[in-house]
């Protein structure tokens, strides 16, 4: 039976032999709930990078939406910001879309210079996707959660225990990180937004001083966007 190893923040991924598991990258809040959102709505692909230069410089280069956040708001010299709703269908169909965010693409580029070969994102909105795909692979696997600036947080540690739930039958929890994600779903899963606002979860509370409720409550809904982004040559695409 393969197992899951769950990875709480970027600043324990040097723990973990990348190269040898299928990696889910994890920002709930908002930038894997927003790339699976954008490539649901039509996006050509999206080239997650991890700096404000490159994002802009790509952009020019191929013509292409430059779009992220730093600490939560549209970072300077950036056309868009990480909120899911800025990516409709009419906006992003056959586009594509340079993404920079302040924790999920930096781990993406963290997970790829520690050699992992396959890479997939994953987030509420596309739940379904992700637990589909690596039942197929049945290979060992590491949830990737991007966490706030290396600090753990609830959002991304759900998400891992709700694929725990999911594929708790055919894969094995590997590690105490993994069993106290699970059972930290398993607590929260008749309401999730009540739960992250009950325990005054950072992420949510800095989103809701923004004004983004709305946002909060798309990334804690599952299936809203249900396809699996995999990273290939450079680009986030739809499998």
Known sequence: MPSIITCFSPALLHLEEVNKRTVVIIDVLRATSTIATALFNGAKAIIPVDNVADC????KQ????????RDGKIAEGLEHGNSPFEYS???????????TTTNGTKLLHMALDKGAKDIVTGSFPNLTAVCDYLQQKNENVI?????WKDRVNIEDSLFAGAVLNR?????D????????????YVNAQKNLYGFMKKN?????????????????????????ANVLPVYKEGKLVKE
């Open 56 to 59: 802009i410089r790509i952009g």
């Open 62 to 69: 191929i013509d292409g939406i430059t779009a992220g956040e």
């Open 89 to 99: 269908p009419g906006f992003i169909n056959e586009k594509v879309l340079v993404l």
């Open 143 to 147: 949830l990737a959660c991007a966490g």
């Open 167 to 171: 594929l708790k039958n055919s894969f």
């Open 173 to 184: 929890p590997e590690g105490d990180s993994s069993k106290i994600a699970h059972n930290l």
């Open 200 to 224: 005054n979860a950072s992420h949510y509370h800095r989103l809701t001083n923004f004004g983004l409720e709305k946002d909060i409550r798309y990334c804690l809904t599952e299936d809203v």
